[in-house]
């Protein structure tokens, strides 16, 4: 049997490695679904033990449409994970979601097709319809929240995440639609991954780091490039550490 790894951290665009981690360890696991997107990187954090995985792998070679999504939650929950914080680069849609904005949603749409989107989806397997009304763990997104103030760190108290499936960016019009549709943050990685925690039974929180705006939505309209998100993302994420490790004191 694994010891328990208090808080597994999933990467997205822009943050391959935590830093902070001490001592780590990699860890390669397969599962009946494939490899994971890169190795599992076991430390410690604040006294607690913390796993971090690259979601797009950790010289971001995996497009959002091809993560292998049940390979990580797999990954995660047989390596013992008590819980996730999924990290995400998004684009921002309403007024208060500006590039460098980290926000916390409670809620999302799922605009993605053509992914394999639960462990159910094979021969022999029992159907499980998991209530997913509330996408995010309500404890873990209340300690989050408790962190952030603690630790003086700006964060967004909820929000609708709509997950689209890239790997390009959103058209104007679909952005429009979004809106009308009550996003406030666009993503390409959100889902299935929420859903494959919740079937997995593993609490699981998404910490939006706004890397753009959205198609549309800039105030101040340019074409978005790579290095901006990038830009972007860092700057963002300067905060985490500190919000982490408030975070890991108060987890049981």
């Given at each position: 049997m694994r010891d328990a790894i208090?808080?597994?951290?999933?990467?997205?665009?822009?943050?391959?490695?935590?830093?902070?981690?001490?001592?780590?360890?990699?860890?390669?696991?397969?599962?009946?679904?494939?490899?994971?997107?890169?190795?599992?990187?076991?430390?410690?954090?604040?006294?607690?033990?913390?796993?971090?995985?690259?979601?797009?792998?950790?010289?971001?070679?995996?497009?959002?449409?091809?993560?292998?999504?049940?390979?990580?939650?797999?990954?995660?929950?047989?390596?013992?994970?008590?819980?996730?914080?999924?990290?995400?680069?998004?684009?921002?849609i309403t007024e208060a979601m500006?590039?460098?904005?980290?926000?916390?949603?409670?809620?999302?749409?799922?605009?993605?097709?053509?992914?394999?989107?639960?462990?159910?989806?094979?021969?022999?397997?029992?159907?499980?319809?998991?209530?997913?009304?509330?996408?995010?763990?309500?404890?873990?997104?209340?300690?989050?929240?408790?962190?952030?103030?603690?630790?003086?760190?700006?964060?967004?108290?909820?929000?609708?995440?709509?997950?689209?499936?890239?790997?390009?960016?959103?058209?104007?019009?679909?952005?429009?639609?979004?809106?009308?549709?009550?996003?406030?943050?666009?993503?390409?990685?959100?889902?299935?991954?929420?859903?494959?925690?919740?079937?997995?039974?593993?609490?699981?929180?998404?910490?939006?780091?706004?890397?753009?705006?959205?198609?549309?939505?800039?105030?101040?309209?340019?074409?978005?490039?790579?290095?901006e998100v990038l830009d972007n993302?860092?700057?963002?994420?300067?905060?985490?550490?500190?919000?982490?490790?408030?975070?890991?004191?108060?987890?049981?």
């Amino acid at each position: 049997m694994r010891d328990a790894i208090d808080l597994a951290i999933i990467g997205g665009t822009g943050l391959y490695r935590l830093a902070e981690l001490e001592s780590p360890q990699a860890l390669s696991l397969d599962t009946r679904y494939g490899a994971p997107s890169g190795p599992l990187r076991v430390g410690e954090l604040g006294g607690r033990r913390v796993a971090f995985l690259a979601r797009h792998g950790e010289s971001h070679s995996v497009a959002p449409h091809r993560i292998n999504y049940r390979a990580n939650i797999r990954a995660l929950a047989d390596a013992g994970a008590r819980r996730i914080l999924a990290v995400n680069a998004v684009g921002g849609i309403t007024e208060a979601m500006g590039p460098r904005v980290l926000a916390l949603p409670d809620q999302l749409i799922d605009y993605t097709y053509g992914r394999i989107a639960s462990f159910c989806d094979e021969e022999g397997v029992d159907v499980v319809h998991v209530d997913f009304g509330d996408p995010y763990d309500a404890t873990l997104r209340q300690k989050l929240i408790a962190s952030a103030r603690a630790a003086g760190v700006a964060l967004v108290d909820g929000g609708v995440y709509g997950c689209t499936q890239g790997p390009r960016l959103e058209t104007s019009a679909e952005i429009t639609r979004m809106l009308r549709d009550g996003c406030d943050l666009v993503g390409m990685t959100g889902m299935p991954e929420a859903a494959l925690a919740r079937e997995a039974g593993i609490p699981y929180a998404s910490l939006c780091i706004v890397a753009n705006w959205a198609a549309g939505c800039d105030p101040d309209p340019h074409e978005i490039t790579m290095q901006e998100v990038l830009d972007n993302v860092a700057g963002a994420t300067a905060e985490v550490p500190a919000l982490l490790r408030e975070l890991l004191s108060r987890l049981d």
